[in-house]
């Protein structure tokens, strides 16, 4: 590979691209970006039309699996929206499945396990994932870093309570009452399967980072379904541990879980450089929780999407008053994103033009 | 009817029963009940055996407009945990089905509404309740007051905006996507819908409240997806309503949602005596959002009862303490119960004892 002075990738000690330009790093680390960065949650996915025609015939899991599809995936909605950053196409599940648990993503149900996990020999026999269980995924994160010139690549991992909550519970959940019964009622076999899936989770993302993507996002898609105590005794410390084993890398980490206002500062404290925020709580109500010193993403209601453009242009303006709000109270940087993933129904016409208008802002 | 000095029942100049030693009205009222009051919401449901068996025939709206049953279904928990409230058997959209609503509650799915209220027409179309068709709930209430001796009678009613989204979206939904369009997209239709939504509640709180109820729960069980700005403006004027015309019975009277945490303060504005608070919010930072002067209501975690006995008895103490803290900062009261709906595979052992419990706190 030949490096020139105008080439910046692979220029940067680590062997990582150095993008000093690129918005989104520039906001995460407190530097000026040139202009407002955004991005979204599952925007590589449903709503698109190519995206719809390339899962046509090939399973989620599939997918995720296939270098090749999970770049195209991935770039698409960069080249449709112009968004400032890319998010790595794939799944929560994915190093379980690499790990060798037996799961399979069901079509309209979500992830099913075959054999919950919910005793200590359960915990015990859990595989943990090796590096090149996920050689796919790391191809697929150096094909990208070579096609997506100056836009970074998000990496992407579920944090250990989330995963967790699949595992014990055999799939989705409303209430995770398996998963919560066994935090309480057996700590110690608790902390051995949350240890395990962070072991997992670091041996994932750690794989992700040595491929070269940018930064990295940590989803705790259900910690909003648990008080602050018990987040911060069963749970903080195995996603802290996730975050200080990535440190080195030296990308901002970001984390993110829906409905957690009531955890957006222990989230933070677990060792977040950004705090993701769902739409229920106002980005100047967010910083005085995560306090100063970290960025803040997000987070316009995605129903907004549905309500004509009048409505998308004065909301959007409102999360962009409530974000200069909270960088005078002392957030370092904003990232622009809606406040949970994009709905698959959503018109993606309307996401490039949020991007044209947060950019202009 | 004869009335004794023993026999408080219609005594009230109202004509409603006087139960000044009910802990329920007196924590709800500021006075010292002689023990904590407790009671849950879905206690009258799929947890209990004799439920499950008095609804094997009978579909869930049948069930509802039958008196005998829905006296027989709310009187079951009282009988069996000795809670300090019967509340009555009903479905959020039992008003709407008796106004002539084309509905059924579908087993798995939930209320499905033939024609989802989409436009301006469809509002103007949408049949107001009268009192005469909920003559069965009506003659419930009645029989129930004559059943419960010293017990009170929670009246039961969903506030306009989850009656919204119901027939907005169709059915139960995630995302409330064609609900929050509507809200924003077209005000002044929301607006009239809220409306004769707010109408239709008064309409059906009125009729409990003439029949006997000695309190009212105004569930907005969805109000939770929403920001609070937006609670603000598209919601609460019409909850608001609905408080101010029923204040002159003279009732406590509770208002609930899940996922409210940022909503609690103007819940309790609108009008509420009582706010019922999820697991997610401690009460004694629930206190600092409602502000003093109102009791409070909550808020076990559901999901807690499936952890043993002594992470139960655990974690009903913290409640407990944090309630006392809540207290000493300004709540005039406090009602036990979880901070959402008893999940239907409870095993209703664990809800007795932790009747007890809390009587003996």
Redesign the interface.
């Known amino acids: 590979m030949t490096s020139t002075p105008t080439d910046t990738r692979r220029a940067h000690p680590s062997g990582r691209r150095h993008l000093p330009d690129a918005p989104l790093l520039a906001a995460a680390e407190g530097r000026r970006p040139r202009h407002r960065p955004v991005w979204f949650m599952r925007q590589a996915g449903r709503s698109l039309p190519e995206y719809r025609e390339l899962r046509a015939t090939t399973g989620m899991l599939e997918s995720c699996f296939n270098p090749d599809l999970v770049c195209e995936i991935t770039l698409q909605p960069v080249r449709r929206h112009r968004v400032d950053a890319a998010i790595l196409f794939s799944d929560i599940v994915v190093p379980l499945k690499a790990a060798g648990v037996d799961l399979d993503i069901v079509a309209g149900v979500g992830p099913v396990i075959a054999h919950p996990v919910r005793t200590a020999a359960d915990v015990r026999a859990l595989p943990r994932l090796v590096p090149e269980q996920v050689t796919p995924i790391s191809d697929a994160v150096r094909l990208l870093v070579d096609e997506l010139d100056q836009t970074p690549l998000i990496g992407f991992a579920g944090a250990p309570f989330t995963l967790a909550s699949y595992l014990v519970e055999g799939g989705p959940s409303r ?7 066994l ?3 057996e700590p110690e076999t608790w902390h051995a399967l949350l240890g395990a899936l962070a072991d997992t989770t670091i041996a994932f993302l750690q794989a992700q980072l040595a491929a070269g993507v940018d930064a990295i996002q940590l989803f705790d898609s259900w910690a ?7 987040y911060r005794e069963f749970v903080m410390p195995h996603s802290e541990r996730v975050f200080a084993e990535v440190a080195n890398a030296g990308v901002p980490r970001i984390h993110f879980g829906v ?1 957690t ?2 955890l957006l500062g222990a989230m933070g404290e677990a060792g977040a450089d950004v705090v993701g925020v769902d ?4 980005l100047d ?1 967010a910083v005085g929780r995560v306090g100063p010193g970290k960025a803040l993403q997000g987070n316009l ?4 999407l ?3 453009w009048d ?1 998308v242009e004065r ?1 959007v303006g ?1 999360v962009l008053a409530a974000a200069d709000r909270a960088l005078e109270a002392g957030a370092i940087g904003h990232i622009f994103n809606l406040g ?1 993933g994009v ?1 698959p ?1 959503t018109d993606p016409e309307v996401l490039t033009r949020v991007v044209d208008l947060v950019h202009r802002s």
């Open positions: 209430n995770h009452e398996h998963t919560k019964a935090m309480h009622g909003g379904a648990l008080t602050e105590a018990d409905g206002g009531e739409w229920r709580v106002p109500v209601d995605p129903a907004t549905f309500a004509g409505v909301e409102k949970h709905p129904d």
